[in-house]
């Protein structure tokens, strides 16, 4: 094991702050005074922070914007004292509004275009994460697709299985979910139509204030006996800007992902876990997968 393998690992996030200026895309750098250096903005988590949510945290903290976080970019390592690293991972983050007030940490901020801003960084490790957001398109769709969290055995439920809810842990994980998943700024929540899909949505939904809307396309079942059904109602959610929110079942999900042509099948797909979609013109330009933080 190398010398850098063996030291504490510092975990930290933050994010390529972009927006859009006629045909230009635009990122941010921030100047710290403290260091005379420029830079992506990006801190450390605090304690039991999901890296996405310290990511959305730090760069409106430092530049003043609402976000929306987007696809996730390459994570860099590098030494940080004598015995550690900080290792930080990227997401690219829309700018949504807001305004850079000068601090002590972050006293100026710069809008530019990407040659420009690597031009102007200081590290060669955020060039590395600036040309990796550079390589795909910016201005893309967001599809989350969410398995619904725990809801105990089928085997044990006496009724009508659409009414089998989360159970206790499955409360966790839709709960422990909302941060992660608000991050994306979510315009539109479905579920299938099965209580647990819906509950598994519904804290979001509660603190986004966005009505649940319930697909009867989307139940694994559905799936089985019309997947051109369930395709379309997925395709149709493509076809609006932002991002879309679907809640749906272990059957039909990763029927969804190979017919939307995303590579690296077999696709995990546990309870409460989630699919990020990056969808370009193109098609799927990027997807990450989010395991349950409770799964």
């Keep these: ?14 994010g390529v702050l972009w927006r859009q200026d006629g045909a230009r895309v635009l990122v941010a750098v921030v100047h710290r005074p403290r260091y005379e250096d420029w830079t992506l903005p990006k801190g450390k988590l605090h304690l039991g922070e999901h890296p996405l949510v310290a990511a959305a945290r730090e760069v409106e903290e430092e530049t003043g914007a609402q976000v929306e976080a987007g696809r996730r970019l390459t994570s860099v390592e590098y030494p940080f004292g004598p015995d550690a690293v900080k290792r930080v991972s990227y997401w690219a983050m829309r700018y949504r509004g807001g305004q850079h007030l000068p601090g002590d940490e972050v006293d100026r901020l710069r809008w530019a275009t990407v040659a420009e801003a690597t031009q102007q960084l200081s590290y060669p490790a955020d060039r590395g994460v600036l040309a990796d957001f ?3 398109p910016s201005d893309t769709r967001t599809l989350l697709l969410v398995r619904h969290a725990r809801a105990g055995k089928r085997s044990t439920y006496r009724g009508d299985d659409r009414l089998r809810p989360l159970d206790k842990i499955g409360r966790r994980q839709a709960s422990g979910s909302v941060p992660v998943l608000a ?14 899909c819906e509950q598994t949505v519904q804290p979001l939904a509660d603190r986004t204030g966005l009505r649940v809307h319930t ?5 694994d079942e559905a799936w ?3 997947p ?13 800007p932002g991002t879309t929110l679907i809640c749906s079942q272990g059957g039909a999900i990763p029927g969804l992902l190979e017919r ?8 995990p797909c546990r309870k409460g876990s989630a699919w990020a979609l990056s969808v370009a013109e193109r098609g799927v330009a990027a997807a990450d997968y989010y395991p349950s933080p409770y799964g």
């Design 1 to 14: 094991m190398s010398g850098a393998a063996q030291r504490r690992a510092t975990p930290a996030a933050g």
């Design 134 to 136: 550079a390589r795909l």
């Design 183 to 196: 991050a994306f700024n979510p315009q539109r929540v479905l579920a299938a139509d099965r209580v647990r």
């Design 215 to 219: 697909v009867a396309a989307l139940s």
């Design 224 to 226: 089985e006996q019309d």
């Design 228 to 240: 051109e059904a369930a395709l379309a109602a997925v395709r149709e959610q493509l076809e609006q």
């Design 260 to 267: 939307l042509e995303v590579p690296g099948a077999p696709y």
